[in-house]
Structure formats: structure tokens, C-alpha cells
């Protein structure tokens, strides 16, 4: 019997080294390289698979399951895939095994379903079961953690759906490592994916996350499966949203909105609703804008105060935006706006713990800051969004039709946009006007 050997494996990109080093020589990140045991690799048939034409291919190419969660269809791209591998992370206690336990339940009354699980006994999910009221008598349930065993009772019972709970508990029997380590994760995750391929079976995977928030493990894991959810929560909200940064099937960043309550998770089928307040959008510093996610608009209000600074150095926080993007955002209303706000502190938030990346909200959040500075409200019902150049334009944005159809939809009577965004054909109930300029957007809002 051949000798194991040790190696060096980069936490991050799964590269090996004979020799521990602080610095991984091929992503170059810092106190990565942990050790790991390898054992010969185990002799295997080889596949008979050979090669068959696109137009000889049987079935249904656009076949999709539905969850039971139109929000959880939605971040999918439209359902579950059959021989899709899903990995699915998030912060401990956000809910991860109790939303695959809801689908899988909801799934059992089309598809044979197997929830194996190395984390809790038979017992405890039979508990969750009847705590969340679901139907699932009829569900396959094994508490292993050998992904060999797992993978040979899925195919005894005949399961189209497979529930991993959680990846790292799993391991292989012929690799002397402990479970959580990297070559244990790389090497469940190719076998979970192998069996999904070759059998047409989905395969939900649970993953912890890092302290940092990403999926523990080599980052080779999420290249290696068709989709990467994660859990997006806010302990002081009981909103919790799930978006999809990895998709073959659908489109990245799409995002899905949900409601913890007892009986387990609820979809929210106006996600606008929630962050919008209409008690505050008529205060001075507070405006809504329409934000672009996945493949549906958003309403989202932002707000800023601008404080009198105590010091010589004035603050810039914000939350739910890019906090680099404020400062230059205030040099140019400096400039281009003629008011100078640099010795006061500015605060801005996105109400409902919201995330926005694109630039559509750099016009709504520099109107939001000029209101809290002169303590002047906006329009009611007025909406507004657009990029913000440094030489003062404002430029257009992505589906900026859609966006107002959306704002129109809400009850929305007025629009500041950018000029490029203007369509030639305007929704009933709302009132158009495109600006060019900073100057021109500042005197259209009051």
C-alpha cells in the first residue's frame, strides 16, 4: 500500500506547495497554505461514455421543478434544473436548513427527496418537520456523513433531490484527512457533482461561511458547482433576502425576499414594500429611487443627514452604499453644485439593509444629502435616479423604462431621470423630466 503524503493547500484557490510558505505563490494571498494528508488515489474503471449528437438528446432542455417559492424560483433562474448542483451558504442560524427542508418538502409531491445530514440526528429534523407544520412523511432522511454511503442510498431510494447538510461534515473514506478540510471539500463536492451529471439528480449543498462572509473552503468548490446562493440578513430586520452570484442557469445577482415567522420562511412578493416607509419619504433627507436587481426593479429609499462636524476631520458613513463613492459624490456638488459641505459629517443609509452596487443612486443620494443640508423635503411622490459624472452630467442608466414603469406602478406621479433616459412613450400617471445637468436636477427637486 502506497504511503500517504503530506502537502500544502491554499485555503483560497486550492493550490498545492511541498513546503508551508506565508505567502501562497500562485493567488499570493497571505496564511493560506494549510496542511493536508493525500492518499493514493483509488483505481477506477474507466467511464464508458461516449460522444452523442445535440439533436439525438431526449427529453425536455427547459424541464424546471418548481420550489414552492416563487422568490427561491426566481434567484434559481426560473426553477430547479434536473442535474443542477446548487451551493447555498450563509451566516449560522440564518435559516439554511430550514428553507431546504420547506422545499424539499414542497418538492416530494413530484420528486423522490433525500435530506442527508451530518450536523443533526433523524429526531431533530422530525421536530423541525412538525415545528414548521410541513407534509413530508414521505421524505427519504439518513444521518451519515460518508459521502460514499450518502451517494449509494440517494440511488437505492431513487431520489431526483438531494439535500447535503453540510458540506463540511462530509467526508471521503479514502482520504485520512479530517472533515472541513480542503481536500476532504474538493473531493465530496467533484463526487456530489459526478453523481448529479450522470444521473440527472439536483443536489442542494449547505456550506458555513467565514467570518468574512464567503463559503469556508478552497474557492475552487463554487467554481466546480452551477449555482452559488448566499444568504444576505440583517439581525435587527426579520427580512432576510438570498441572492445568487454564480448561475448557468439564470441570471447572477438575482435576489429573492423573504419573512422569518413561526412556521418557517415566507416569501415576500412585493419586495418594494418593505423598503419603502411612507411615514419619512416627505422628511427633509429622505428619497426614493428605483434600483436595479437581477431582473426586476426595486423602490428603495435613501436617506442622509448632514450634521454640523466636531472636529477637523468630518465623517463619511454610509450603509447600503459604496462609502468611497460618497466623497466624490460631495467634491462634486462642491463643484458643480455650488455648496460646499466639506466640514460637515454626512451619514446615508439605505432603509431595509439593502445592498446597492450600480451608480443609478448616485443622483437620489446627493438630492437626499442637499435636503437634509437646507432642511427642504422633495416633491411628494417624486422618484429619481441616474449617474453622476465628475464634470457634473448626469448619465444614463440601464433599463431606465422599466423603472419608471415600476415607480408609475407604486403610485409614483413624478420623475427626475437622466435625459438619455427619457422614453419616447411615458407610462400614464407620472411625469417626466430629463436633466443633463447637476444644477438642473437640483432645481427640478424643489
Known amino acids: 500500500m502506497a504511503k500517504p503524503k503530506k502537502a500544502y493547500v491554499c485555503t483560497e484557490c486550492g493550490a498545492h506547495s511541498v513546503k508551508w510558505a506565508g505567502q501562497c505563490p500562485d493567488c499570493l494571498m497571505w496564511n493560506t ?29 427547459e424541464q424546471r421543478y418548481g420550489t414552492g417559492f416563487g422568490e427561491f424560483d426566481r434567484v434559481l433562474g426560473g ?11 450563509g451566516d449560522p442560524g440564518v435559516g439554511k436548513s430550514t428553507l431546504l427542508q420547506q422545499v424539499s418538502a414542497s418538492l416530494i409531491a413530484d420528486l423522490p427527496v433525500c435530506y442527508a445530514t451530518g450536523e443533526e440526528s433523524l429526531r431533530q429534523i422530525g421536530q423541525r418537520s412538525l415545528r414548521l407544520g410541513l407534509d413530508a412523511s414521505a421524505m427519504n432522511l439518513l444521518a451519515n456523513t460518508s459521502i460514499e454511503n450518502v451517494l449509494e442510498q440517494a440511488t437505492r431510494c431513487g431520489a431526483k433531490v438531494l439535500v447535503i447538510d453540510s458540506i463540511q461534515t462530509m467526508t471521503c473514506d479514502h ?14 463536492v467533484s463526487r456530489l457533482v459526478q453523481f448529479a451529471k450522470q444521473n440527472e439528480v439536483s443536489v442542494f449543498v449547505i456550506g458555513h461561511v467565514t467570518k468574512e462572509g464567503a463559503i469556508a473552503g478552497p474557492r475552487v468548490v463554487e467554481h466546480m458547482v452551477d449555482t452559488v446562493l448566499y444568504f444576505e440578513s440583517d439581525p435587527a430586520s426579520r427580512y432576510t433576502m438570498i441572492r445568487s452570484v454564480k448561475n448557468r442557469f439564470g441570471a447572477s445577482g438575482e435576489m429573492g425576499v423573504f419573512a422569518m415567522t413561526e412556521t418557517g420562511f415566507r416569501e415576500v412578493s412585493n419586495p418594494s414594500a ?10 427633509p433627507g429622505s428619497i426614493v429611487s428605483v434600483a436595479w436587481e437581477g431582473s426586476r426593479a426595486l423602490l428603495v429609499e435613501i436617506q442622509a443627514l448632514v450634521a454640523d462636524g466636531n472636529s477637523n476631520y468630518p465623517k463619511r458613513l454610509a450603509h447600503g452604499v459604496d462609502q468611497n463613492r460618497i466623497a466624490l459624490l460631495l467634491a462634486v456638488l462642491q463643484r458643480h453644485g455650488n455648496l460646499a459641505v466639506g466640514d460637515e459629517d454626512v451619514f446615508v443609509n439605505v432603509v431595509g439593509g439593502l445592498r446597492i452596487a450600480e451608480t443609478a443612486v448616485d443622483l437620489p ?13 422633495c416633491a411628494e411622490r417624486l422618484i429619481c435616479f441616474g449617474e453622476i459624472g465628475l464634470a457634473g452630467e448626469i448619465r444614463p442608466v440601464r433599463f431606465g423604462t422599466e423603472r419608471i414603469a415600476a415607480a408609475a406602478k407604486q403610485g409614483f406621479t413624478q420623475a427626475i431621470i437622466p435625459a438619455g433616459n427619457v422614453p419616447k412613450q411615458l407610462p400614464g400617471g407620472i411625469e417626466v423630466r430629463g436633466v443633463r445637468r447637476l444644477s438642473e436636477a437640483m432645481d427640478a427637486a424643489w
Open 33 to 61: 497554505l494549510s496542511e493536508t494528508t493525500f492518499s493514493a488515489p483509488v483505481s477506477a474503471a474507466r467511464s464508458g461514455a461516449q460522444v452523442q449528437r445535440l439533436d439525438e438528446l431526449c427529453g425536455d432542455h
Open 274 to 283: 418593505i423598503f419603502l416607509s411612507r411615514d419619512s419619504v416627505n422628511e
Open 79 to 89: 426553477g430547479l434544473v434536473p442535474g443542477a448542483v446548487v451551493l447555498l451558504g
Open 365 to 377: 443620494t446627493l438630492l437626499a444629502i442637499v435636503s437634509s443640508f437646507r432642511d427642504r423635503a
Open 175 to 188: 482520504l485520512p484527512s479530517a472533515p472541513g478540510s480542503v481536500a476532504q471539500l474538493r473531493e465530496s
